[in-house]
């Protein structure tokens, strides 16, 4: 876990100085803003949501091929319990605080304003989070190039500021639980939605094929 802790700690440090740097601002942490609004290039949200789908369909469609008895498969559906947890967390977590979105408010400070009010925390970066986490725990001692999926949720969280979408804080936060669901997936004796299912999802599709 030192790894993971010490290269989610740099991510979201950087994160935020993309953000804060030399500006004050509101929100528990005191570095809340909105920033210029950027809907251009990478920044389109078209790109974002397809990441969202094909984070849910690498997933999905990982944890089916392979099955739960080799390694890459056994991380594949850990990443798919963290995933569930994951958004389940941050749905309730956004029902609990109901926090004004950027484009709803300038003030950073407007939290429990009823329906309608998601910000806290970003749903989308607790779900890539919690999906490459495990994968992070599982290889990247052996293989640092798998820290590079790391890169995934600073891009969509990067997006979701520029677009007006989220605070800091909401989106360092998603870090946040992202990490804490693929931690707890991963330190589990077993994968629960796997234990969940018949046994033919063990095996899995390519064993069939």
């Known amino acids: 876990m030192p790894e993971v802790s010490g290269a989610r700690a740099a991510l979201g440090f950087a ?6 740097f030399a500006f004050a601002g509101g929100g528990p942490l005191g570095i809340d803003h909105r920033i210029a609004y950027d809907d251009s290039g990478i920044w389109k949200r078209s790109n974002q949501l397809l990441l969202e789908d094909l984070t849910i369909a690498a997933v999905v469609g990982g944890s089916l091929w392979e099955g739960g008895e080799t390694q890459t498969g056994d991380t594949f559906w850990r990443s798919l319990d963290a995933s569930v947890l994951g958004a389940a967390s941050s749905t309730v977590l956004k029902e609990v ?19 309608g009010h998601y910000s806290f925390p970003s749903g989308e970066v607790t779900l890539v989070s919690a999906a490459v986490t495990p994968f992070v725990l599982e290889y990247g001692k052996d293989e640092p190039a798998v820290y590079a999926l790391e890169l ?3 891009y969509d969280a990067i997006g979701r500021m520029k ?3 989220h605070w800091q ?4 936060a998603g870090f946040a639980l992202g990490t804490a669901s693929g931690y707890y997936a991963q330190q589990r004796d077993s994968p629960f939605i796997l234990g969940l299912l018949p046994g033919g999802f063990e095996v899995g599709l390519k064993k069939r094929f």
């Open 169 to 172: 804080t909401d989106v360092l």
């Open 15 to 20: 994160l935020v100085l993309h953000g804060a």
């Open 152 to 154: 995934l949720p600073v």
């Open 97 to 115: 605080f109901t926090r004004a979105r950027p484009t709803q408010t300038d003030d950073p400070d407007k939290w429990f304003q009823g329906q």
């Open 163 to 165: 677009q007006q979408a």
